[in-house]
Each structure stands twice: as structure tokens, then as C-alpha cells.
């Protein structure tokens, strides 16, 4: 998608550098909130939980910011080809960005409940870290896949999507044996089980912004590549 | 180069080159227009759009030094042949120029000029129904219904390019050629005029070159690129506004071009 050509009207250039920048560094602020939030969540560091949360109203600023520079661009540029499709990309993935930051903050919120004073230390606690950093990962390749342009590596990213997945369904079936087995811990647990299900989601969240750099990069849907793919047209 | 068209095509250019004395302005160009459809021609200034334009209905003809070279067909039939009559055929390929330029006579003269010379119309009340009905179809004449026998001069920017659509009309072409028809207009005009051309699509086979992409976005279905007198690229106007094939097309339409 780098055309390696500047635009005659070099503010233009200077308005898409503004965006890449704005969604580079509100996907840093995300996958820095899933690491933080998990290391809050395995230590129990509510002080660290509390940082995520409000760490969170940043992005939401800088979504914000970015839907104005959007919308300006716009109006005043009329982007075509690759600019339009990187205009648009960008206005979907800071809205996906968002809610990753939403996900991430959600688990911060979780830390309390889950570490509640009193109560046992829950092992199932430690099989949830190794999650967390999958999702995390998918975010960062994803965002690296924007930054380069790089259709093969959001496609990657795609799909990597399924090991996730499993790992929820893993997860989920060893969170509900562990509840079965220690009724006491059911309300911790079922803390637990809504942080894979966020992971899970950041997972989605992930695979849609690595679609959206796809069509950024090529002009095509990924989805429907993918179907040409496996009816050999 | 062509997209896939059931419907035989209205006109076709094979291996089309114009030269200027030695100057080659266009370069081995092919191309289909259709009927129901409107293909916009782009491209930086002297890029060979509207000389390429002009072979549709030999404008090209009154420049002296100019050559044009390949095959133009319209309904199949070489525009270029011995036997063709010009007047006849820029009479079916109808032409609008970039600055209006009506006629120094009537609202009513400019319309009626082109069917009575061409015979069109066997009485007084016929071409005054042919008048009205250009009028109508050109979208002015509820602006000018109680003032025919102005000067079409007279009229504002905007209303005298829709009387030249007009005047285009009344001959009943088959095919409408604009030369960049709203780049002298205000806004206004030139949605007007963008406005008239979607209603006239469905009529004729209408081919406008224009410097303005969103208009060409906005007005056709089908776009050709060129660049240095050769077709870059010719496709579906929506694909080439979003994801163009070639590089070059790419770097003009987003404003990277030189």
C-alpha cells in the first residue's frame, strides 16, 4: 500500500502519517492494557488493575480524536484508492481498538472479585496467563500488519483465530470442573470464565482489524479471497 | 481492456492513434462505449483525453495537421469510410463543449437550428413540439417556457450549457459526447448538469472527459485512465475509484501524480 510517491498537497501526507501514528499508539495503549491487566489479575495487584482503568479513558480520547481527523480528512481531501481505503480501515480499527480497551479494563474490574480478601488462592487462575497472551499477541501482529501494510500477515492473524478459540473451550471445560469440584470458589470462578470470554473477544476484535488492514492493503474482502480460495476460482 | 457487455457495443475504437504533424497525442487506443451507460474519460491535461474524444465524431477533421490513424465503429460501421456522411454523423454523436457556447439567436432558433436543417420536422407545431421536448429533457425548460425568444446568451452559465445539451438533443443523437460540459459552472450548474446526465443516461451512450474525478466517480459507470496518450486502465468506475489495477491510475487519482 506504500504507493512510495508523496501527494502533491503534502498536508495530505502529513493528515495519514497523523492517522497511522494515532492508531499505532492506540493499539500500543491496548496491548499494554491485556499485559496489565493479566499480570493484575495473576498477582492480584489491584493497584495495577486500577492504573488499566483508568488508563482506558486515553484511548477513548484518542479514538475521538481520530474520528475527527477522519472525518476532516474527508471532507477536505476526498480520499481515493488506497487513501480511501486506508481512511476507512482506520476509522474501523481505532472503533475496534476501543473496545479491546474496553475487554482489557473489563478484566482489570475483575481483579477485585476474583482476589477477594479471605478467600483461597484459585490454581486456576495461573492456566489463564498463556491466553492472555495469545490474544495480546494477535492484537500487536494485527496493528503490525497495519504499520507495514501487510496483507499475507493480517491474513495470518485471521487466522490464528481458531487457536484461540480453543483455547477458551479449554479453558471454559477446565474453569467448570474446577467449580464442580470446589463449590466454594463459584463466584471467583465465574469471574474467571468472563476473562477468557473477554480474551475471547479481543481474539474477534483482532481478526477484525487484521480483515479491515486486508482490505486496506488490497482492496479486497478477505473473507471473499478466501472463499475464491476454496472454490478454486 | 473492455468490461464484459451482452448488448453489441454502440461504438468501438480499435488501435486508435492521433498525431499531430510529427506529435503522436494518443497511442494505440481501444475502447467500447454502450449504450445505458456513461464512461468518463480522465487524466492530467495533455494526456490525449479530448483529442481521443473528438475521433467519435471527427472534430478532429478541421484541424489541418492532425492524423487519425485505427478503426471507429458506430453501430459496426467505420466512421472513418469514404463514404460517410459527417454532418449526418455528428448529428447521431452529439457534442458538448467545455465553454457553453449557444448560438447569438433565440432560445427557441438554438434548439430549433439542428432538426430543421437536418429535416427533422415537417411543420411549425412539429418542431415546436421538438423544442419543447429537448428543452424539457435538458432540464431548462420550465426556466425558459415564457422567454423562447431571448437570446440564448442572455441565459446564465449554467442554463446556456443545458440549452447546448439542448440543442445536442433535438437532432436526436445516439450518442453524446461532453467536453468537460461542467468545468466553466458553479457548483449549482455543475450539479445540475451531473443531475442531467443521470436522467439522460438511459437515452443514449454518453461519453464525458473530465478533469474533476469525483465527478467522474460520481457520474459514470465505467472510467478510463490515460496518461501520456495511452489508456492506463479501463474498468468499472467503482472499482477504479477504490481499487485501481495499476500503479500509475493509482498515483493520479489520489493526487500523487508528477
Known sequence: MASGHEHTVKAFDQDISQLRALISQMGGLAEQAIYDAMKALQRGDEALARTVRKKDKQIDAMEAELEKLVVRVIALRAPMADDLREVIAALKIAAVIERIGDYAKNIAKRVPMIHAEGEERIEAVSILPAMGQLAADMVRNALDAFSARDAKAAAEVHASDTALDDFYDSIFRTLVTFMVENPRTISQVAHLLFVAKNLERIGDHATNVAEMVYFAATGHYLAEAEAGESSGS | ?258
Not at chain 2, 486508435?16 to 456513461?38: E, L, N, P, R, W
Not at chain 2, 463514404?83 to 432560445?107: C, E, H, T, W, Y
Not at chain 2, 436526436?172 to 443531475?195: G, R
Open chain 2, 1 to 258: 481492456m473492455t468490461p464484459a457487455s451482452p448488448a453489441p457495443h454502440k461504438m468501438s475504437a480499435r488501435g486508435v492513434s492521433v498525431f499531430y504533424g510529427q506529435k503522436q497525442a494518443v497511442k494505440d487506443v481501444s475502447i467500447d462505449v454502450d449504450m445505458d451507460k456513461v464512461t468518463a474519460f480522465i487524466g492530467p491535461s495533455g494526456c490525449g483525453k479530448s483529442t481521443f474524444l473528438r475521433t467519435f465524431n471527427r472534430m478532429n477533421d478541421t484541424i489541418a495537421s492532425a492524423r487519425v490513424t485505427g478503426e471507429i465503429t458506430l453501430d459496426g460501421a467505420d466512421i472513418y469510410a469514404a463514404d460517410m456522411d459527417v454532418v449526418q454523423l455528428r448529428a447521431r454523436v452529439g457534442m458538448v463543449f467545455q465553454k457553453p457556447n449557444p448560438f447569438p439567436k433565440s432560445i427557441f432558433e438554438n434548439v430549433a437550428y439542428g432538426p430543421r436543417i437536418h429535416g427533422l420536422a415537417s411543420s411549425k407545431s412539429d418542431l415546436e413540439g421538438i423544442v419543447e421536448r429537448s428543452l424539457k429533457r435538458a432540464g431548462l425548460w420550465e426556466e425558459v417556457k415564457d422567454r423562447l425568444s431571448d437570446s440564448g446568451t442572455a441565459l446564465s452559465g449554467g442554463q446556456q450549457q443545458r440549452l447546448c445539451i439542448a440543442r445536442a438533443i433535438a437532432v436526436d443523437p445516439e450518442v453524446i459526447l461532453m467536453d468537460e460540459p461542467a468545468s466553466a459552472l458553479d457548483p449549482i450548474a455543475t450539479a445540475k448538469i451531473e443531475e442531467l446526465i443521470h436522467e439522460l443516461r438511459g437515452r443514449y451512450a454518453i461519453v464525458i472527459v473530465t478533469h474533476n474525478m469525483q465527478q467522474a466517480a460520481r457520474v459514470s459507470q465505467r472510467t478510463a485512465f490515460f496518461h501520456l496518450g495511452q489508456l492506463v486502465e479501463y474498468g468499472e468506475t467503482d472499482n477504479l475509484f477504490t481499487a485501481p489495477r495499476e500503479e500509475r491510475t493509482k498515483d493520479y487519482i489520489t493526487g500523487r501524480y508528477g
